[in-house]
Structure formats: C-alpha cells, structure tokens
C-alpha cells in the first residue's frame, strides 16, 4: 500500500524546494524526493543552483574579485599590498563550506516545514503513483493527488569535445580545478563562460573563449553587450565570435596532458585554427533533465527541446500533474524556477497567482555585472514599437568614481506614447542588486516620469537609474548633451 500525500515534488532545486516549502506552509502534506548525491557521497537538497550552480559559481567569482581587486586596483586608492598570492585550494575549499552549509540548512528548512524528504530517483508512474528507487536499489511507491515535476537540467555535450578527466570540463569540474591552468579554452561565450572564464582569467590564466555565433551575447541590448566586450577585452578575456569547434585532441602524457582545439571561422574560406591549451571549459549551454523519470503510463510527452510541455500555470496535460524550473520552457533560471514553484503550490492551495514572465530579471556576474528586464532595443525595433532612451554613463556618477570603479552605463527605455518602462538595461557594479528596482518599478507598470520623481539616496550607484530615467524626457542633471542620448524611434 503506498504511502499517501497531498503533493509530491520530484527534484529538491531552487523550483523544487520553493513548491514544497510553500504546499507545506498551506497545511498540505507534502513529499520531496531528490536523486542528488554530492562530492562527499551524500544525499544532498538544493539541486544545481546550490551544488553546483548559482551559488558555488558566485562563490568564485567573489574571491577571485576581491583578488584582482587587490592586486590591479589598490594601489590607486593608496593601499600598498605586497606579495599578493591566491591560495586555490582554501578559495576551493571555502566554497564547498558555504554549499554544505546551504545544502544542509537547507534539509532542515524542509523538516522544520514538515515536509517529508526522500532520497533516490523518481519515476512517474500513472495513477499518481511515484516510485522511488534508493541508492541501495530497494523501492517504494508514494502517492500524492497533487505532483509537481521539478527536474531540472544539465549540461550539453559537445561529442566533437568529450569531456576528458580535468581537461576537457563542463561547469561542474570548472568549479572544482585545484590549480590555475596557465591556458584556459571556454567553448560557448554564453553566461557561464563569461562568469567561469573570468574567474580564472582574474588568477592569471590565458583565456580564449570560442563562441560559434557571430554576435555577441544575443539576447542581451545590443548597446549594453558591446561596451560589455569592450570591457571583457580590456581584462584579457580572448573572445572569438564566429568560431566553429570542430575538434580536440588530447597530446602529451602525465601532467604534460594538454588539449589542442580546432575551429573553422564563418568565412567563406573556413579557415582553420588550433590552438593547445592547459584545461578546456565545454559550456554550450543546458538541456532539460527528465531521464528514468517518466514510466510509459505517465501519460506525459516532451516537446522537441525536451522540456515537459507546460500550460502558463505551469499544468501539464495530465490533470493533478505540473512541472516548473529549468525542465519548462523558458529562461534556464533559479528565480524564475522559484516563482513557478511558489505559483503551483499556491494554485494548488486554491489561489490564483501568476507568474509575470515579462519582468524576469538577467544577470550575468562578470565584473562589471550585467542586469537587464523588459524588452531590448532590438527587440523593439523588430516589433515596430516607438520607443525613447536614456541612457547614463557610470562614469558620471560620485558613488562609482568614489570608489574607483565607474564602468558601465545604465539604459531605460520606455513607450514615446506613454512613457510605460519597456526595459531596463545596465552594466556595472553591483548592477544584480540594482536591477531588482527596474523590476519593481516595471511590476508595478511604472513610468520613466515615475521613476524620475522618486527619490534615490545620495550618493549611491542606484542614482544612475534615476538618472536614465530623467533622461527619457531630457531632464538629467549630470549628463551633457542627452536630447542627442534620449533616442525616438
Ligand atoms: P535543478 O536545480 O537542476 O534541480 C533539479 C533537481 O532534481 C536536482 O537536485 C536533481 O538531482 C533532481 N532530480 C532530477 N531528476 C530526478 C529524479 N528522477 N528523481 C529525483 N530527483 C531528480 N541561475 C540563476 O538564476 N542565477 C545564477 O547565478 C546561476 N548561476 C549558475 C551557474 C552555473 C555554473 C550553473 C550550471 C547554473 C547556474 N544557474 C543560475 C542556473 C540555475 O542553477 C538553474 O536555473 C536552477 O538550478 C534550476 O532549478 P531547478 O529547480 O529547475 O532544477
Ligand atoms: P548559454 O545558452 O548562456 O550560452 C551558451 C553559448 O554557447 C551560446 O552563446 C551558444 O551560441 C554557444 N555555443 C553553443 N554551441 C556551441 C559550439 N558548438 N561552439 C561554440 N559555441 C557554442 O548557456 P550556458 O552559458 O552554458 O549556461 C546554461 C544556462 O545556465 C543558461 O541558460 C543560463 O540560464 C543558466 N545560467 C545562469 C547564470 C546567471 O543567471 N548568472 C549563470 C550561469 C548559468
């Protein structure tokens, strides 16, 4: 007889945990299981995002900030640091401290909800049944009215570069390198190849990174993606547009082991290049993960990306059945995996939230950061939208010259009817924390003109974005010549 619930979630991630946390915070009985076996042999909570994603990766980034920092930068502010070393191993080690604790604050989180945690894999049988298969290989049948599909993704491989024991890494390995590879190759100029990349080009690795498409960065404001490379390359990142991988060899033997990449240009000539480098990233990108999940009687199909077809409350056509997070369509992100989780629990309490896929936020965490919500001007100019700018440069703002740091701009743009924010674009410091008020303002159908009025601490990075937003209508204070900036399309 198997063991009955309310909900039952499959996959503990950032989607996952939101549902269950918040069907349990609703009086349902919920269950949880999760397939994650961490570095230590552990059953672990918390999915990619907090093993081996969103928070690891920023724990690098941060140390190997703080440490470029010091070493390129102080000096300008009249501190001397001499003889300046980064210790890889404890910056390693550091960061499995902050994923352990997280991981495992995060299993208490769920039993202090009283949400019911299991540790193996999942299949979706029909009837609602789940069947959990345990690392020692013994079974068991939970049921729930109620089951929420929260599995995920993983990387894509790239069958001309196998991955190769620490040479040829996805991200995971790339998280977890012991010493600086003096040459780094990064396949896929993507989010993760620019934060990864930039982590060991700040240790002093060579970093080239190939990127097949010809522009960079796609999805992100064509004015924004440009001064952002012309950043990246100011900080050495090598990064070849157009470059298409065709194959890699490994040569040498022992710790002499290196890999030599190949790739044609997109010339009409195809030319070809090689080049041998220490360690090679593959990050092309992720697909969604639904393996040994569905039984043929679940009576559930994929689209063609793989992803478990969803409705816009994320319903599947099985009633009683929902998947959310990375295993949807949809941007492959943590918070907009939590707002699905957060929905469907709230939906299945009885409620009736949304999700506003309009103003998801995007950040990249190179430095400078880049963070945008709403439309890009490529976008509207595609749609035949009339649209205003404002832009700001960073290098007009006192907080970021203060602090020796004035990179970057920030971008609004809005409706020339009716002034209604389309989208926010910046590039600078601390920008992921600053874009959380673009957002708001845009949750709440705000105006440039509202923005311009309200009142911003001074002086502080997040002026900037009442500045852009003075500048939709010409009337910044600290930019010259913005009638010309502010554009009408
Ligand atoms: P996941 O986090 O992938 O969790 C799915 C869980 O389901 C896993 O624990 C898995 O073990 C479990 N599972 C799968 N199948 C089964 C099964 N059959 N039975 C039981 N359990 C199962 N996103 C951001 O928003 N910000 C960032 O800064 C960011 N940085 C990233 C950095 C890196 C290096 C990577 C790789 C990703 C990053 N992401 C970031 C993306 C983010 O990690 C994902 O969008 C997010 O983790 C997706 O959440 P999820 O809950 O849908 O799936
Ligand atoms: P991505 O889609 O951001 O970038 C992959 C890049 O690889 C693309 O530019 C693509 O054109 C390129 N590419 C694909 N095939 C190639 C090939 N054969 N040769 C050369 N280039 C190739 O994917 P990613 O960087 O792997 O990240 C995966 C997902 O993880 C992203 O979708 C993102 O949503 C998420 N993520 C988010 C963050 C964040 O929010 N800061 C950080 C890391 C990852």
Not at 320 to 342: F, N, T
Not at 387 to 401: D, E, I, K, Q, T
Request: net charge negative; proline share 3%; glycine share 10%.
């Amino acid at each position: 007889m198997a063991t009955t619930f309310d909900v039952i979630v499959i996959g503990a991630g950032p989607a996952g945990y939101h549902a269950a946390i918040r069907c349990a915070q609703s009086e349902l009985k919920t269950a949880i299981v999760d397939q994650w076996i961490n570095k230590q042999g552990e059953s672990a909570h918390g999915g990619t995002c907090l093993n081996v994603g969103c928070i690891p990766s920023k724990s690098l980034l941060d140390a190997s900030h703080k440490f470029a920092d010091a070493r390129d930068n102080y000096a300008a502010l009249g501190i001397q640091v001499q003889g300046i070393e980064m210790d890889v191993p404890a910056m390693i080690k550091k960061k499995d401290e902050v994923v352990s604790n997280l991981t495992r604050g995060l299993a208490s989180l769920l039993s202090g909800n009283s949400v019911t945690s299991f540790a193996g894999s999942a299949q979706l049988q029909g009837n609602r049944e789940v069947q959990v298969r345990a690392q020692d290989q013994t079974t068991q049948t939970i049921r729930a009215d109620n089951i929420i599909i929260a599995t995920g993704s993983v990387p894509i491989e790239l069958s001309v570069c196998p991955l190769t024991d620490g040479l040829i890494i996805d991200s995971t390995g790339a998280l977890d390198a012991s010493s600086v590879p003096g040459s780094l190759g990064v396949i896929g100029a993507g989010i993760i190849g620019l934060e990864l990349g930039s982590v060991w080009r700040r240790l002093g690795a060579e970093v080239v990174i190939l990127e097949a498409l010809e522009e960079f960065l796609p999805l992100a404001d064509a004015q924004i993606a440009k001064e952002a490379a012309r950043q990246f390359k100011k900080q050495g990142l090598d990064i070849r547009l157009g470059a298409r991988v065709t194959g890699t060899k490994i040569t040498g033997k022992g710790k002499q082991r290196k890999v030599v990449v190949t790739w044609s240009d997109g010339t009409a000539q195809q030319k070809e290049y090689k080049k041998t480098f220490d360690k090679v990233i593959i990050a092309v990108g992720r697909r969604p993960y639904t393996e040994g999940l569905l039984a043929a009687d679940a009576g559930l199909t994929l689209d063609e990306q793989g992803c478990i077809p969803v409705n816009e409350y994320c319903a599947t056509a099985v009633p009683g059945i929902y998947a959310i997070g990375d295993v949807v369509r949809g941007p492959m992100l943590a918070h907009k995996g939590m707002e699905e989780g957060l929905m469907v629990a709230e939906r299945i309490a009885g409620h009736q939230p949304l999700v506003n896929y309009d103003t998801v936020p995007s950040v990249i965490y190179t430095h400078p950061e880049l963070a945008w919500v709403g439309k890009t001007e490529q976008e509207l100019k595609a749609a035949q939208v009339n649209y205003v700018v404002g832009n700001f440069p960073m290098s007009a703002s006192g907080r970021a010259l203060a602090s020796n740091d004035a990179v970057g701009l920030i971008k609004v743009i809005a409706d020339a009817e009716t002034d209604r924010l389309l989208g926010v674009h910046m590039l600078g410091t601390h920008t992921s924390e600053m874009i959380a008020e673009a957002v708001i303002a845009m949750e709440f159908g705000a105006s440039a003109e509202d923005l311009g009025l309200t009142m911003f601490a001074h002086p502080s990075l997040s002026e900037g974005l009442h500045e852009a937003a003075l500048a939709v209508s010409g009337h910044a204070i600290h930019v010259a010549n913005q009638r010309r900036k502010a554009k009408r399309h």
